[in-house]
Structure formats: C-alpha cells, structure tokens
C-alpha cells in the first residue's frame, strides 16, 4: 500500500509564498505520477497540478497556472509544490495523490487510488 504525508500548509498572507511536500513511502514505489487537489470550505475537490513521474512533465489548473511550480525529487520520492502569489482563494486544505496507471484525465480524482491525508493552507487578505 502506497502511503503519502503531505507537509509545508500554513498560515501566509496574501501576495505570500509557500512550499507543500509530499513523501511517498513504498519499498516498490512505482506510481505514474503525482497530483494536488485542494478541497475548500463547502466546495468540492479541485485538480490543482499534475507531474508524470518518469519525466517531470506537468499540467496546472487555470486558477495556478503561473503561480504555482510542481517539482519532483525521484531519488526521495519526493513532490514538491511552490506556491508563490497566493490569494485568499487559493485557502483550502491541500492533497496530494499517487497515480499507479493511467486509464484518463490527470484532473479526475478517480484518476487517483492512494491520498494524502491533508495539509491546511490558509492565506489572509
């Protein structure tokens, strides 16, 4: 079984910046690839970023798209996503999930079979 910590969420003002890690633990890790999906208050869970594995290559929400940088450590098994230009907007509580195969969209959580358990971000106005 896959196990993912995410870590990095805090509190930041807005125009602030913040880094999110996420470990995947696994003696035979071989996911695909790796997302974020953040969850607002009374909102459903939205696809954020997306980063293949094998090659780095990486896809963004229109909402970050600029602001935002995943980034991959392969050695550690390692995503890391810088949040740069946050907004208020931008608070919700962070996830980041393993992609074992790839049967569709990147932006679909049923994409996603092994989560994180969460880290809070919370950017002030």
């Known amino acids: 079984q896959v196990q993912l910590v995410e870590s990095g969420g805090g509190l930041v003002q807005a125009g602030g910046s913040l880094r999110l890690s996420c470990v995947v633990s696994?003696?035979?890790?071989?996911?695909?690839?790796m997302a974020w999906f953040r969850q607002g208050p009374g909102k459903e869970r939205e696809f954020v970023a997306y980063?293949?594995?094998?090659?780095?290559?990486?896809s963004y929400a229109d909402s970050v798209r600029g602001r935002f940088t995943f980034s991959r450590d392969n050695a550690k098994s390692t995503g890391y996503l810088q949040m740069n230009s946050l907004k208020p907007e931008d608070t919700a509580v962070y996830y980041c999930?393993?992609?074992?195969?790839?049967?569709?969209?990147?932006?679909?959580?049923?994409?996603?079979?092994?989560w994180g358990q969460g880290t809070q971000v919370t950017v002030s106005s």
């Open positions: 696994r003696d035979t890790f071989s996911a695909v690839g």
């Open positions: 980063i293949s594995w094998k090659r780095g290559l990486t």
């Open positions: 999930a393993a992609r074992a195969q790839i049967r569709g969209s990147v932006s679909s959580t049923d994409e996603y079979a092994d």
